[in-house]
């Protein structure tokens, strides 16, 4: 039995020039990238691609150069563990408040995070 009608990968078409990439100047990818922005008054705007994890990380180099300090929530996602170790930032965990109504972990308010800060001195 053929599993598939066409071979692996036939569907997949992400560099047409029609299509684009989010390094594109053109194509529908750059079009939306641009819309997203004007949208949001944002100088510019790229779209992810292969999940989040990457995206994390951008992030955190975007706000910490190797050996400086960047807090955190201590159930923040792996990805920003790695990407610290890597890049040489030192991550400043803190912990969250616990429903034990719901069994998560409570939204972080403006007083969690002003306590947060008097307790590291920030």
């Known amino acids: 039995?053929?599993?598939?009608?066409?071979?692996?990968?036939?569907?997949?078409?992400?560099?047409?020039?029609?299509?684009?990439?989010?390094l594109s100047q053109s194509g529908l990818i750059a079009k939306s990238q641009r819309e997203f922005s004007d949208k949001f008054e944002a100088k510019g705007c790229?779209?992810?691609?292969?999940?989040?994890?990457?995206?994390?990380?951008?992030?955190?180099?975007?706000?910490?150069?190797?050996?400086?300090?960047?807090?955190?929530?201590?159930?923040?996602?792996?990805?920003?563990?790695?990407?610290?170790a890597m890049q040489n930032i030192n991550p400043i965990f803190f912990d969250l408040e616990f429903s034990t109504l719901t069994g998560h972990y409570k939204p972080i308010t403006k007083i969690w995070l002003e306590k947060v800060f008097k307790k590291f001195k920030f």
């Open 1 to 22: 039995m053929k599993l598939l009608k066409y071979p692996p990968g036939y569907w997949d078409l992400p560099e047409l020039p029609e299509i684009g990439s989010p």
């Open 46 to 84: 790229f779209f992810g691609v292969n999940g989040a994890s990457g995206l994390i990380q951008s992030a955190v180099i975007a706000m910490a150069n190797p050996g400086e300090n960047i807090l955190m929530p201590r159930n923040v996602h792996i990805s920003v563990i790695k990407i610290c």
